[in-house]
C-alpha cells in the first residue's frame, strides 16, 4: 500500500445474474485531496462507491482503503469512512436530531450532542433538528445527509451527488463547508457528480468511466487539454459519445 493512496482498486469485477455492472476497474484516489468519479448514467459509479462502503461484495477483484483491505478489514475502515447521498432516506418519523443521534451512538461518538449542534449551525440545520425527517423538503434532506456523514469527522468522505437539489446559494456554502473540512483535516473525499461546475472547483484528479471500466483520468485542465474543450462537461459529453481526444 502506498502511503500516497487513499484508495486502491485492482482488477474489480460485479456480476448481477448475466449483467457485468464494472468490469475489470482499477483506480487509485489520492490522500488529502477530492477525485471525482465520473461517468454518465448506467456507468458503473454506484455499484463502485457501493463496493468501496463494503455494502456490495465484488465479483472479483482487490480494494485497499486507508491501508486496509476492505474485503478481509472491513470493522477497521468503517469508523474511518462515511457516505451522503440524498438518495438514500433516513427513517421518516425520527427527526433530525434523533436521526444524528442514532448514527452518533453507532460510531461511540463523545460530546454528541455538541457535534450535532456544531454540523446543524455550518449547514443551516440548527432550526429544524426538532423536525421529522419526512416532513423535510429534499434540499433540507439532502444536508441532513451531508450532516450525518461528517458526525465521526471522517478521512475518508464517499460523496454521491452531494448538492442536489440545494440552490445555488446553499450549494455554494455547502462547498466552501466541505473545502475547508478537508484544509482542516487532511480528508480525502472521492466525489460522484454531475455537476461538473462542481467539480471543477473541488475536484484535484478526475476518474472518468463508461460501461464499468475507467476510460480516461486526469486533472480537469489536463483532460480539458486533451479533448480540445474548454470545460468538464465538454470533455463528459465527448467520453459518453465515445469521441476520442483531439
Known sequence: MSQEFVIEVDGLYKY????CAVENLSLRARRGVTTALLGGNGAGKTTTIAMLLGLLTPTQGHIRILGEDMLQHRHRLLHRMNFSSPYVDLPQRLTIRENLTVYGHLYRLPRL?????ELA?????DTLLNKRYGQLSAGQKTRVSL??????????LLMDEPTASLDPDTADSIRSYLEQYQ??????????????????????DVIMMRKGQVVDTGTPD????RYGRNNLEEVFIDIARHKEPA
Request: proline share 2%; charged share 25%.
Open 113 to 117: 450532542k455538541s457535534r450535532i449542534d
Open 16 to 19: 448481477f445474474d448475466q449483467f
Open 222 to 225: 489536463e483532460l480539458q487539454a
Open 147 to 156: 450532516a450525518k456523514s461528517l458526525l465521526n469527522e471522517p478521512e475518508l
Open 183 to 204: 484544509r482542516d483535516t487532511g480528508a480525502s473525499i472521492l466525489l460522484a457528480s454531475h455537476n461538473m461546475a462542481e467539480v471543477e472547483r473541488m475536484a484535484t
Open 121 to 125: 449551525g455550518a449547514l443551516h440545520l
